[in-house]
């Protein structure tokens, strides 16, 4: 899959005054880097750039705009590998999360906090599970969700509970339904598999298996998604859903009764699936 096609073809203009356009600049062999661009400033951001090389890249080939803010989710390597070098050679100001060990953050952000970036107002949610300073940035209509919250998945935990976890989504899945949901991994496909199985009769999943089957084959991305279509088709935002409780009695036994318990046993099964 050819980088410039995502870059060129994957591109979503809002409708708002400051003209903010977000796309995407793929980085290793399935991180998104979200890139926000202010048309009235020429003044742009990156989400998660765990490597510098392809904002540098964009930044070269449009000499017109500068990099002021770096927005960081939690602090894996291929979210911030890129960050040192991205600030020493555009002098960006970085935003991460205030419990984690974030290189060349200038400004530590925490539960409720809010943040002015591009003339966006962001909300700042602490999201624990993937890791425990996890944080997504959330604009009416535009939620920026790092590894917490996948199209069709979630994150692996590798430092939070299921119950952390599933709070974090939940409160995620509060939000407004037509949310454009910005995570930073292309693992639709996989994750639709495995909600396939957990729900074998869903006919909005298999359409979306479907639908992002070809889009992937075409070489195409499968983000942004909505939070309307992740209620109705990711297996963990489904976890008091009737179909999704049954099938886990099937394979656990009917011991488990509460949503995060469901969570957690559909975690494991994705695990190794």
């Not at 970085?94 to 952000?109: F, M, Q, T, W």
């Amino acid at each position: 899959m050819r980088q410039e096609a995502l870059r060129c073809t994957n591109v979503f203009r809002l409708a708002n005054p400051a003209m903010i356009q977000i796309s995407a600049l793929p980085a290793f062999t399935d991180n998104y880097i979200w890139l926000l661009q202010d048309h009235r400033s020429q003044c742009c951001a990156v989400v998660d750039p765990g490597d510098a090389a392809p904002v540098q890249a964009w930044l070269a080939e449009h000499p017109e705009w500068r990099l002021r803010d770096i927005l960081i989710t939690h602090h894996h390597h291929d979210h911030v590998g890129g960050v040192e070098t991205l600030k020493q050679a555009t002098g960006a100001t970085v935003y991460g999360p205030a419990s984690e060990n974030i290189p060349g953050r200038d400004v530590a952000l925490k539960d409720n906090d809010r943040v002015s970036v591009l003339g966006w107002e962001f909300e700042v949610y602490a999201v624990p599970g993937h890791t425990l300073g996890h944080i997504a940035y959330y604009h009416h209509g535009l939620l920026f969700c790092g590894d917490t919250l996948f199209a069709a998945g979630c994150g692996r935990l590798f430092e939070g509970t299921p119950q952390q976890m599933h709070d974090s989504l939940s409160r995620l899945a509060a939000l407004p339904e037509d949310t454009l949901v910005y995570c930073t991994h292309e693992y639709t496909l996989s994750n639709l598999r495995f909600a396939v199985a957990v729900e074998p009769d869903n006919r909005h999943i298999a359409e979306r298996f479907e639908k992002v089957s070809q889009l992937r084959e075409a070489g195409g991305m499968s983000l942004p998604s909505t939070l309307a279509l992740e209620k109705l088709t990711n297996p963990f935002l489904r976890t008091g859903v009737t179909s999704v409780k049954e099938k886990i009695d099937e394979r656990n036994g009917p011991d488990i009764r509460a949503p995060s318990e469901v969570f957690a046993a559909l975690r494991a099964w994705k695990d190794k699936f």
